[in-house]
């Protein structure tokens, strides 16, 4: 290929790696352009997107971003899913279905990935699928600190309306005399 387009290649890489919290690296061997074109829309709707990257230009993309130790994990055909958002729970859930419907056919594989600058093997991916989503969390820590203050609520309240039903049984049972 000419030199030229190998530099392009590698410089659309490294601008995307720039914008990318963290990517997850599959296997599609086997998948049909209908499928990828399946799991593309699905990621982007996740806020991620997967694209299909030669292993000598992720590598040198990697190592002008400073990303290292990935080496290993950069072999066969490589798909890689680019996630933007601070939420890497999504797509992780996204490409662990996939494989998960592709298993009987045995198309589509997680190798590993990168995240908060951590390498991550197929485990730690799952493990990140795992855990609730960004907007969860953040429900979960907010009825947390809601519990004290309704239950400071709920107490004081208590008072007032013990005093509001005898008020109204004595006004009841003044008005049937």
């Keep these: 290929m000419p030199q030229e387009y190998k530099t392009k290649e590698i410089e659309k890489l490294k601008e995307t790696l720039k914008t990318t919290k963290s990517f997850y690296l599959t ?15 699905k990621l982007r709707e996740k806020t991620a997107t997967y694209k299909i990257v030669k292993n000598n230009f992720f590598k040198l993309a990697l190592k002008d971003s400073g990303i290292e130790g990935l080496d290993k994990l950069l072999f066969g055909p490589l798909g890689v899913v680019f996630i933007t958002s601070e939420d890497s729970v999504s797509p992780a859930k996204v490409i662990i279905d996939f494989e998960k419907e592709k298993k009987k056919q045995n198309l589509f594989k997680i190798i590993g990935g990168y995240a908060e600058g951590q390498i991550l093997d197929k485990t730690g991916i799952t493990s990140i699928s795992t855990l609730p989503t960004k907007e969860v969390l953040l429900s979960m820590i907010m009825g947390t600190i809601q519990g ?30």
């Design 148 to 177: 004290p203050a309704r239950g400071l609520m709920t107490c004081l309240q208590g008072p007032i309306r013990g005093i509001m039903n005898c008020l109204n049984a004595w006004v009841e049972k003044e008005g049937k005399k």
């Design 27 to 41: 296997d599609y061997r086997g998948l049909s352009v209908a499928e990828l074109t399946e799991l593309r829309k």
